[in-house]
């Protein structure tokens, strides 16, 4: 193989230093929150081994802080330096996992503590979590986002392997305050690899945005963006109805198998394992099925094994089984994953990332809550039956609308922006902004034009304009024109420093189709 394959190949971005740091570090903080959380789980099943929801409910506290400060953080993650972001929370996670070893291993640790503490250390991942995604694919190499963002989805992965593995072990021989040791020295070797690489400040040619304007702006892009929200309400309804099986596993291992912590390890194993596999297969799919059919056909079988997981009272069959299932589960979260992260643009990327953790683990969060309360009243078999019904339920209400992965242009931005000078006001809040552009488009190309133009009002609006019209001239019948409102001065310099290649690709060939090729661009500001 030559080098120049070499240099574009899937493992390409590993040869550059500063990713590689970035996911060495992503794979030991990946690992130290599997190891607590199965811990967690684990001694939650001792100190109360009556109590299915209390044991749900660590899945709970590990997920809920996503969900409630997953778009927060994605704001920062964008407008901060993103290096001292993670080391601030890397120290967090590691002060959390500091105080419930000491806890543990002092014995005076109890239920509502331990949830206590868990919630804690959730809460300092969350916001660390949409900037790990963002600084990868920042310093993943020109030309090999696609495989940063592939390298991304195995971190997680490899974790589920080797984390339960060395968590079981860890708890049989050594203890659970011996695992919560072990968390806390992954996070301090996480926060070594991050002081190692350099230090490099955000600076944006105009001023950032402050967090409520810009959580509003990152709403707007996903608003108008039709892939990001298919794929977004396909995750919350997999999740959710799939996480039936990461919240009762402990007590299928426990009631069901008659398992112990080595027992429970295996089968999380497996599942990690099968996640693995289908993480590094998942492009090959790509090449012969459509996005969809890979999330259908994965979605369905996922659906058979949480409906066969009741019935089998065999660890290797069981152990089998998850691994079927552990393929499934990544092959549609995996393709959603990539579909998402491939139609955001660079301004919103940490953005977009923290909504998509923030669906995962608030779907995660619910389900550990509605599948512990529901097996509380009727059996952990009914419960994983009716999760599995409802996975066939979400498949069906998210429709059978086309899914696409996006390619650089969707996140590139474009080497020209929108032309014409304009004078820029002495206060950039001044506003709002109007700008009217008049195209003059022959009858037989109006048609064409009229779609092309829709095409790229729906641009305009995820970029910032908060209206967007177009009107045809009643003096002038060959005259067109596009109107759109933004906020303030500052926020149209924003939209045009947004535009990327697949804006401009747009607007070039709204141009194509006028008489001339030209336009004219207008700007009025509000006059007070």
């Not at 806390?184 to 944006?204: N, Q, Y």
């Not at 977004?232 to 426990?254: C, D, E, K, M, Y």
């Not at 299932?325 to 092959?331: K, L, Q």
Request: net charge positive.
């Amino acid at each position: 193989m030559s080098v120049e394959r070499n240099a574009t190949g899937a493992w390409a971005p590993l040869l550059h230093r500063p990713f590689r740091a970035l996911w060495i570090a992503a794979i030991a903080v990946n690992l130290s929150m599997w190891m607590q959380n199965i811990g967690a789980a684990w001694m939650m099943t001792e100190l109360r081994p009556d109590s299915p929801l209390m044991v749900s409910l660590v899945q709970t506290a590990m997920a809920l802080p996503a969900f409630l400060l997953g778009l927060p953080s994605g704001v920062i993650a964008d407008l901060v330096n993103r290096r001292r972001l993670l080391l601030i929370t890397q120290t967090c996670s590691l002060a959390c996992a500091c105080l419930l070893a000491a806890t543990a291993l002092a014995g005076g640790i109890g239920a509502w503590l331990l949830l206590g503490l868990t919630f804690a250390l959730g809460c300092s991942n969350a916001f660390g979590m949409a900037a790990w995604i963002a600084a990868n694919i920042d310093s993943a190499p020109k030309g090999q986002i696609p495989a940063a963002i592939a390298l991304s989805t195995v971190t997680p992965n490899i974790a589920r392997v080797v984390g339960p593995a060395a968590a079981g072990a860890l708890i049989a021989f050594a203890g659970v305050p011996t695992l919560f040791v072990v968390v806390a020295v992954g996070f301090l070797i996480s926060l070594g690899l991050l002081r190692a690489l350099p230090d490099t400040d955000l600076r944006p040619g105009l001023p950032p945005e402050r967090l409520w304007s810009g959580i509003r702006s990152g709403v707007r892009y996903m608003q108008h963006s039709a892939q990001l929200r298919l794929a977004l309400r396909l995750v919350f309804a997999f999740v959710t109805a799939g996480s039936a099986i990461w919240a009762l596993l402990p007590l299928v291992a426990r009631d069901q198998l008659g398992l112990a912590a080595g027992g429970f390890s295996l089968l999380l194993g497996s599942l990690g394992a099968g996640a693995v596999i289908a993480a590094l297969q998942v492009t090959r799919l790509y090449r012969r099925f459509s996005v969809r059919r890979i999330v259908t056909g994965g979605g369905l079988l996922f659906m058979a094994v949480t409906a066969l997981i009741p019935v089998v009272h065999n660890l290797f069959v069981m152990s089998a089984l998850l691994f079927v299932g552990g393929m499934a589960w990544m092959a549609v979260n995996t393709t959603t994953g990539t579909v998402i992260q491939t139609s955001a643009a660079a301004w919103v990327r940490a953005r977009v990332a923290s909504v998509y953790l923030l669906v995962i683990m608030g779907a995660m969060a619910a389900g550990g809550v509605l599948w512990g309360a529901i097996a509380e009243r009727m059996g952990v078999g009914a419960s994983l039956w009716i999760a599995a019904g409802s996975i066939a339920a979400g498949l069906m209400l998210t429709g059978r609308a086309r899914m696409q992965m996006g390619s650089e242009s969707d996140f590139s931005v474009a080497d020209t922006q929108e032309t014409g000078p304009a004078a820029s006001p002495a206060d950039h809040e001044q506003g709002p902004v109007a700008v009217e552009i008049t195209y003059h488009v022959p009858a037989e190309r109006r048609e064409e034009f009229v779609r092309a133009a829709h095409e790229l009002g729906i641009s305009r609006r995820r970029n910032g304009a908060i209206a967007w019209r177009l009107y045809r001239d009643l003096e002038h019948t060959d005259c067109l024109a596009e109107r759109f409102l933004v906020d303030s001065w500052l926020d149209y310099l924003r939209q045009r420093d947004r535009v990327t290649r697949q804006d401009r690709d747009i607007e070039r060939r709204l141009e194509a189709l006028t008489t001339d090729g030209n336009s004219r661009t207008r700007r009025f500001i509000a006059e007070a």
